[in-house]
């Protein structure tokens, strides 16, 4: 049974770091891509992340160079590291994991999600 538990979101004030985990079984993070998505209120979903097998990370262009993903494959977690967050980074972070190692785009490419962690950061 696939299992991805969120955690580490938070309040924080704006200009403040946050690093979320996701801590997976079932599946190996290492052997397929893995994602973070967010969803503010009344907006559409948005990608925040891809990370691939071979290491390869495409980013959002509204956190890149703010927000940085990794994995421990030793754990069989990910990780999001986001600095200098931003009022407008508000939302719930979902980390998901698709089924196969290329062409990851949207969240069809992605059957396994977690709960969701909320993140808030206030101006």
């Known amino acids: 049974q696939v299992q991805l538990a969120e955690s580490g979101g938070g309040s924080v004030q704006a200009g403040g770091s946050l690093r979320l985990s996701c801590a997976a079984s079932?599946?190996?993070?290492?052997?397929?891509?893995m994602a973070w998505f967010r969803q503010a209120p009344q907006k559409e979903r948005e990608r925040v992340v891809v990370i691939y097998p071979s290491d390869d990370t495409y980013y959002a262009y509204s956190v890149k160079g703010r927000f940085t993903a990794s994995r421990d494959n030793a754990k069989n977690w990910m990780y999001l590291q986001m600095n200098s967050l931003k009022h407008d980074d508000t939302a719930m972070y979902y980390c998901?994991?698709?089924?196969?190692?290329?062409?990851?785009?949207?969240?069809?490419?992605?059957?396994?999600w977690g709960q969701g962690t909320q993140v808030t950061v206030s101006s």
């Open positions: 998901a994991a698709g089924v196969r190692d290329f062409d990851c785009y949207s969240g069809g490419d992605f059957p396994y």
């Open positions: 079932g599946l190996t993070v290492s052997s397929r891509c």
